[in-house]
């Protein structure tokens, strides 16, 4: 297993495109996790799943993101209509029935909005 | 909801010299993780520690866990250039998420 993978590594769109980021997460871990992280700051949480079940929603997550994780495997997370305020690193995270063995992290995808 | 804070926000050390980042919480630990984040990249994870007193190493790093489980602590000794990067604890509580620090920027001068 070569742990958590997330493409593409960067994303320069204009605003008002839609993007979408992929995660495969490592194959045994059922829970996912989403984080967005800006310059200076730690990661905020986004939103987890659980298998196939998104468990939570952060308040960060506006009207134009959505995520989905379709077969308890990989996730992609969508957003549309992109702003400038969307420029982050989007991280994703995946661990096996929460943080008792920890959490590993992939090297995450930089959204640059023009 | 559980509030992190980390000191210092940077530190900037000369090759060798020891170091230590402060890392409290505004409520009871249950699992407390350290990170560390190069530029642009990842996170790597270093250590978990969930039990009060509990303290763990990994080559020049240790961290440790008050006995009141509020504030952990990562000390580096000997620092060298490739210590450089951001540290990041996180917790995840009573919660099945993790919330995050605003991380220490560490800087190591040859």
């Known amino acids: 297993d070569t742990g958590v993978s997330q493409n593409p590594r960067h994303k320069i769109t204009k605003r008002g495109q839609n993007v979408t980021f992929r995660c495969d997460p490592i194959?045994?871990?059922?829970?996912l996790y989403w984080y967005r992280q800006t310059l200076g700051q730690g990661p905020e949480f986004l939103t987890y799943f659980q298998n196939e079940a998104q468990l939570e929603k952060s308040r960060l997550l506006s009207d134009r993101f959505s995520a989905e994780r379709p077969k308890g495997s990989f996730s992609t997370l969508e957003i549309q209509r992109t702003e400038q305020g969307d420029s982050a690193m989007y991280l994703c995270?995946?661990?096996?029935?929460?943080?008792?063995?920890?959490?590993?992290f992939g090297s995450g995808t930089r959204l640059t909005v023009v | 909801s559980q509030e992190l804070e980390q000191s210092p926000q940077s530190l900037i050390v000369q090759e060798g010299k020891n170091l230590t980042i402060n890392c409290t919480s505004s409520k009871t630990l249950y699992g407390l993780y350290w990170y560390k984040q190069k530029y642009g990249e990842g996170l790597i994870f270093l250590m978990m520690?969930?039990?009060?007193?509990e303290e763990k190493s990994h080559e020049k790093i240790t961290a440790k866990l008050d006995e009141k489980k509020q504030q952990s602590s990562l000390h580096i000794t000997a620092s060298q250039p490739s210590h450089a990067g951001i540290y990041l604890c996180g917790a995840d509580g009573n919660t099945d998420k993790l919330i995050f620090g605003t991380g220490t920027r560490l800087q190591v001068f040859p």
């Open positions: 520690l969930q039990k009060g007193g």
């Open positions: 995270a995946s661990s096996l029935d929460g943080g008792f063995y920890g959490y590993t």
């Open positions: 194959s045994e871990h059922n829970r």
